[in-house]
C-alpha cells in the first residue's frame, strides 16, 4: 500500500508540474509585451478647471476657477482609491430689492474616493489606452472668507432668507459641514507613468455653504482636466518555461524505480514529461532534427497525451509582421514533421506569438520553438 501511495504522490507531481508548464505563456503576453504589470500602481493627480454651484440665478454667471490634488492607488485593474482635496473660490447670487448682486468666498472639499474603472471591468484586457471611471466618495467642505456678502448685506436691501446664517455682531460663522461627490473620469493613456483626462463631479453640501438659507443642500458641478503620475509599477510577471525545473525532485530514475516496487498489482500509467526548444538562426525555419526525432519517440510511448508547439520570434530583428510570420511557420513547419513522423495530427496544438512574447531575456534566444507536454 505504501508504495502504491508513493507512486500516487510522483504522478501528481508530475501532472502539477504539467499543468504548470501548461500555463499558457498568453496568459502574461500583455504584461511581456507592455514591458510591466499595468496594475497595481500608486498614483498623483493635479487637475484645474471650473465650477459652479446651482443658484436661482444665471448658469453662467457663476462660473469660477477650481483645483484639485489626489493621491491614491489602484489596488486591481478595476478597483482603486484616492484621497482629493478640491477648492478655490466659489460665486453666489444674493436677491435684493433692487437687483442681484454677486459674491465670492473660499472653499475646500476633503473626500476619500472610490474609483472603479469601467473600461477593464468588462474588458478581458487589463490595460486599455482609454479608460472610464465611475468616482463616489464622501468628506468634509469648509467655507470661509465670505466678506463680500457681508458687505452686501449691509449696503443693500437682501430679499433671500439669511436667517440663522449669521454669528454675534453680525459677522458670519466660518463654516465646516459635509460633501458627497459622485462624477466619471475620461482618462487616456500616454505613457507607462503618466496619463491625461477630464473629471465631472456633482457635490452635495449642506445648506450653510453658500450662507443663504434655502432649506436643502446646496450643490456644486466641477469639470476639470488633468495629469496623473503614476508610481511603483512592478515588472511583468515571467510564465514558467521548464517544466524539467519544477520536475527537479522527481527524476526519470526515482519515477522508474517507484513503478518498479509497486509491484505487478499497480496499474498506473506515469507519464514523462517532455520540455524541448528548437533554437534558429536569424530567418530560420528549419527545427533541429535530433529533437523532432525525440518528440516523435515521446508522442508514441504517450499516445493521447497532447503535444503543445509554439512559436516564436526575436524582437530585436525584423518587423512585427516578418516576425508573426516566421514564429508561424516555424511552429508549424515541427507539427508537419511530427505528423508526417507519424504522430496523429489531434495529438499536435499549434499557437505562435510572434515577437509579442518573449520567453527568455536573451533576444537571440527568443528565435524559437518550444515544445512541451500540456
Known sequence: MNKLVRVLMIALAIFASNKLNAQDISEFQE???????????????????????????????LITPTYSLGVGKMFSDAVGARLYVNGYKSTGMLNTTAQREKYKFNYINTNVDLMLNLVNLFSAKKFNVFNVYLIGGVGLNYAWGNDELNNLSNRVQPTDD???????????????GHNFRVGMLFDVNVHKHWSVGMEVDLNSMNDRFNSKHSKSCDKMLTAQIGVTYKFGIKKPRKPITSAKSAMADFTEE????????????????????????????????TPTKEIVDHVVDWAKKNPGHTINISGYADKGTGTAEINAALAKKRAETVAAQLIEAGVPDTQVMVKSYGDTVQPFEENDKNRCVIISAK
Open 31 to 61: 504584461e511581456i509585451a507592455l514591458g510591466y504589470r499595468p496594475q497595481p500602481y500608486g498614483f498623483v493627480q493635479a487637475q484645474g478647471g471650473a465650477g459652479v454651484t446651482f443658484t436661482n440665478a444665471s448658469f453662467t454667471k
Open 162 to 176: 439669511l436667517s440663522n446664517m449669521w454669528g454675534d455682531n453680525c459677522q458670519r460663522s466660518d463654516d465646516l
Open 254 to 285: 526515482a519515477v522508474n524505480e517507484a513503478v518498479v516496487a509497486s509491484g505487478p498489482e499497480t496499474t498506473l500509467s506515469v507519464v514523462e514529461p517532455i520540455y524541448e526548444v528548437i533554437y534558429y538562426v536569424i530567418s530560420g525555419t
